[in-house]
């Protein structure tokens, strides 16, 4: 079945550095792909998205790249600050029938980013 | 404001006490989901709806219940909680269920099963 796998955490940085966490995913047909984050104490909000390949989604300075020859879509932001710190969760909804919009997620990374 | 609302936010009950956890949304969403956040599990699909009078089981309906009578309503209904559904609960929406729609989630209902 349909699955998506994250790179662990926790992953801790100083402000301004560099981030990039992993996802990877399998799909039977050509899912669309997601970053959610989820703040503490929150819900999870949408960060941003790619529904095709070679599509980029980008939002707050993030981004991520639809790469379907490597079944990858890894986000990144150049300098991170103190309110980057949360989980964030990469998930699929597959474009075959049976989907029926199932979200299907990693199981988060969380990140803490220090002063 | 758009939004998805869940009630309550919060709630400790014991053992086989029937419960039911109200989901609402204001965008005119045709489709709604529940999911259940454990620790090391991610986020799993409990049900969903595709509009009015049609629902169906996601991949952990053991033990739930909903129902979809209005567009807007989508109550998730625990008839016999045990401990093993001590979780934190999403509910969630969208124009339909395609793989392009962005899917909006409510702040969430923690729920303890004593």
């Known amino acids: 079945g349909d699955s998506v796998t994250q790179m662990e955490g926790p992953v801790t940085l100083s402000e301004e550095a560099f981030l990039t966490i992993n996802c990877t995913y399998t799909a039977t047909g050509y899912p669309s792909l997601f970053w959610y984050v989820q703040y503490p104490g929150e819900g999870l909000q949408l960060l941003l998205k790619?529904?095709?390949?070679?599509d980029k989604g980008s939002n707050k300075g993030f981004e991520a790249t639809y790469r379907k020859e490597t079944t990858s879509f890894h986000l990144e932001k150049g300098s991170v600050q103190v309110s980057d710190s949360a989980v964030y969760f990469c998930a699929l909804i597959d474009s075959y029938g049976g989907s029926q919009g199932n979200l299907i997620f990693g199981k988060g990374t969380k990140l803490s980013v220090k002063p | 404001e758009a939004q998805v609302t869940q009630n309550p936010r919060y709630l400790i009950t014991v053992t086989g006490k029937k419960l039911t956890v109200t989901c609402s949304q204001n965008?005119?969403?045709?489709?709604m989901s529940w999911y259940r956040q454990d620790p090391g599990l991610g986020l799993r699909q409990i049900y969903y709806?595709?509009?009015?009078?049609?629902?169906d089981k996601g991949d952990v309906p053991e033990g739930y219940k909903v129902s979809r009578k209005e567009k807007r309503n989508f109550p998730l209904i625990l008839e016999s909680p045990s401990p093993n559904q001590t979780s934190l609960y999403f509910c969630a929406s969208s124009i339909t269920y395609r793989a392009q729609e962005t899917q909006y989630f409510g702040p969430g209902t923690r729920l303890l099963v004593l």
């Open positions: 965008m005119n969403h045709e489709y």
């Open positions: 709806s595709m509009n009015v009078e049609v629902t």
């Open positions: 790619a529904t095709k390949a070679d």
